[in-house]
């Protein structure tokens, strides 16, 4: 049994092989499609934002946040005050942000792995910038609209947030190591260096799905609303272009759009998995968890747009 299924592994790898052979213009395209896309949006959104949060604990902001806002985080979520740090960060800047805070605090013994698989599923927040200021303002020519959007993501994660509420998490009671200020040099190095080395998984991941996604629309001949939401699905600024140049209904367009903001896409999942690679993240849970919710969230998009 073992042999065959080794066998059958090859032979899908030799066939990836020619698949990658026969089509390298493809490849080429779309390292290139997905490296201009990286150091165009993602690049300059996330990496200052590594370096802060390195910055923000090193400095103890999570203890400051723990008896400010932490206490009204808390006791929404159920979780330890510690981590609305988390939360917090991730709902100003975008994800994968999420991974890189969740895995500092996990790196620091600050927070156990079973809060980490519960926080991870409610910090997904897209750019408000890209929402509002691109989808919004460029694309849909309203910021109210991207406004509405970016709000219905904040409602989103405090919804899937209450949801899992109920499962109870233990305080962190360990004392906090404080790092002697004349390190923070150090530091500074030390989370330079993560950020680089965030930035190339971040980048892989997106290489490797926009390259699935190119593929896919050179041998599928798809319904061009099918193709938008798989690409979505896959990559979420790709995706939600793709749906912007539609020839249909406006309202379907911003649900679409809603739907693929809520989900993230399978590549900012991925990166999110990558950079926590070090630790047993519940990868399964994540997406089924966000897709009910994102079915949920664009139901009721659809509702208040149809009767408003």
């Known amino acids: 049994m073992n042999l065959i299924i080794k066998s059958i592994k090859h032979i899908i790898l030799t066939l990836l092989i020619i698949l990658f052979i026969l089509n390298i213009n493809i490849i080429l395209s779309s390292t290139k499609e997905a490296s201009i896309l990286f150091f165009n949006k993602v690049f300059i959104s996330i990496f200052p934002f ?117 499962e109870k998490i233990i305080e962190n009671t360990k004392k906090i190591n404080i790092i002697k200020k004349d390190n923070f040099f150090n530091m500074l190095k030390s989370s330079i260096l993560k950020g680089i080395n965030t930035s190339i998984i971040i980048l892989g991941n997106l290489i490797i799905f926009t390259i699935i996604i190119n593929i896919i629309k050179e041998y599928i001949d798809l319904n061009p609303i099918i193709m938008s939401l798989i690409s979505g699905v896959f990559e979420m600024t790709s995706g939600i272009i793709d749906i912007s140049n539609l020839n249909i209904n406006g309202i379907y367009k911003l649900i679409m759009t809603l739907f693929i903001l809520t989900f993230s896409s399978l590549s900012i999942i991925f990166q999110s998995k990558s950079i926590l690679s070090d630790y047993k993240i519940n990868i399964k849970r994540t997406l089924i968890i966000k897709l009910v919710f994102s079915i949920i969230i664009l139901n009721g998009l659809w509702i208040i747009l149809h009767f408003s």
Do not use: Q
């Not at 994968?96 to 809060?115: C, F, H, R, S, Y």
């Not at 959007?149 to 509420?165: A, D, E, Q, T, V």
């Open 50 to 166: 590594i370096i802060l949060s390195d910055i923000l604990i090193y400095y103890d902001y999570h203890i400051f946040l723990k008896n400010t806002i932490g206490k009204f985080i808390s006791k929404l979520f159920n979780i330890d005050p510690n981590t609305s740090i988390i939360f917090i960060i991730s709902m100003l800047t975008s994800a994968p942000t999420n991974a890189v805070i969740i895995k500092n605090m996990l790196d620091n013994n600050e927070i156990d792995i079973n809060t980490a698989n519960k926080i991870i599923n409610y910090t997904y927040f897209p750019s408000i910038s890209f929402v509002v200021g691109v989808i919004g303002a460029s694309i849909y020519k309203s910021l109210k609209i991207g406004l509405i959007l970016w709000s219905c993501c904040l409602f989103y994660n405090i919804l899937i947030g209450i949801y899992l509420r109920k």
